[in-house]
């Protein structure tokens, strides 16, 4: 799992690697934490080589956004493909946050 931040106008665009499952999740918690903590609002998931995400993905997601949102900011994410998009689509996480098909659509959706 890899994950790096890349600033674009006022987003962080947050790129996530490989898979997010019971072992890393609490580091991709951990360092999207820190950086709201650091001053991040606006948020930007992009999961396009994201290869897996667990329940335990999709709860640091929400927590995340939950924070985000308490801190007068926003998640979103963008770029689901695969098992990834069929995860989001089950469990409804596509309907709780904002989803969009590329990194240029979420940041023109401001």
Do not use: H
Request: aromatic letters at 4%; a neutral charge; hydrophobic letters at 45%.
């Amino acid at each position: 799992m890899n994950i790096t931040l890349t600033r674009t106008g006022d987003a962080a665009v947050i790129a996530v690697q490989g898979r997010v499952d019971t072992l890393s999740a609490p580091t991709v918690e951990q360092k999207l934490t820190q950086w709201l903590d650091e001053g991040e609002t606006r948020m930007i998931l992009d999961l396009s080589e994201l290869e897996y995400i667990s329940s335990a993905g999709l709860r640091t997601v929400l927590v995340i956004g939950k924070k985000a949102k308490a801190n007068g900011g926003s998640l979103c994410c963008c770029a689901l493909r695969g098992m990834v998009r069929k995860v989001f689509d089950v469990s409804g996480f596509s309907l709780v946050l904002p989803v969009y098909n590329t990194v240029d659509e979420a940041l023109a959706a401001g």
